[in-house]
């Protein structure tokens, strides 16, 4: 015989009693948290309180996926990520090659060996530029094969950029003085895929690469273009565009930190994310009609006072202070 209804329908609604409890809480919390969003910042006067936070709601900034009420409630946590990219920061050196490019070059037979050994003494008497750039002034290769041995060496594509000119609107994505320091373009994008090819004239700036995949959430792939395509480029980015805010002398994090939240309060922005790119703190201003883009330049010498960490020995890799080229005695007689 089965059970009564009416007891089968108790155990039932008892069983079930947690699990309905828990729905509903949690549909409240959800409906409560958009009603009245909880300001990040445990500093806030205005936390907790029911109508200063919902009326603050469409004038507040997400800063690092967490929403603050207003511009100077997210400064703390601002300075802390300033003073966390300051102390990291160090100068980006030249990387050793396991085959440099002028034995690169002589390997396949494109420069012969008097002509390496002419642009190197060139390259000494000078005291600067790269091994390439004297090749093709003495006419040892051609602008072309310079750009295949450089992709060759970095292992990177070629991009035809004298031939697929970038769309207008791709120069508006990586601030000028960001491109102009890396010698690069943004040279194509794919919006199904959120990907986007940024073509180097010289060598790949991995710090502008990861830097652009954190500021517009995208891929990035690094190719190798012809120097001149992308100083054309560059030259015509540079009469199109107007110019971009810059500070070359504020170095403090607190006063960053303190310029980058009056900016965001005078923009009126509703998001601000920040990256650093080699010598560079970018930082941008997400707004309905158009994002803006603020600059700060690095200097080494302060950077290593501000971390608390001995910068030299927790950051530092071996450095090959050879030019791209080869000495002498790497050449056979």
Known sequence: MSLPEPALTSQRYTASTPVADSVLTSR??????????????????????????????????????????????????LEYRVR???????EQKTKSHRLPLGLLLVEQGVVTHSQLRDALRLQRESASGRIGDFLLGIGAITEHQLTSALAQQWGCPIFPLERQHPHPSWSTLVPLALLESALAVPAHSNPDTRTLHIAFAERPDHTLLYAVEQMLDCRTVACMAAKSAVSQLLDHLRAANPAEVSFDTVR???????????????????????????????????????????????VPDHCSK?????????????????????????LPL
């Open 28 to 77: 409240r919390d959800v409906w409560w948290r958009r009603f009245a969003p909880t300001c990040a910042s445990p500093l806030c006067p205005h936390r907790g309180k029911l109508w200063p936070s919902r009326l603050r709601k469409n004038s507040g900034v997400f800063f690092d996926s967490l929403w603050f009420c207003e511009p100077a409630c997210f400064r703390a946590q």
């Open 306 to 330: 501000l971390t608390h960490l001995p910068a030299a020995k927790a950051f530092s890799v071996p450095v090959d202070n050879r030019k791209d080229g080869v000495s002498d005695a790497a």
């Open 84 to 90: 966390n990219l300051l102390s990291t920061f160090l």
């Open 252 to 298: 403090d994090p607190g006063e960053i930190s303190y310029t980058i939240c009056n900016y965001a309060q005078e923009l009126r922005a509703s998001r601000v994310t920040i990256a650093r790119v080699t010598a560079h703190i970018w930082v941008r201003f997400y707004r309905r009609d158009a994002n803006r883009d603020l600059l700060f330049r690095i």
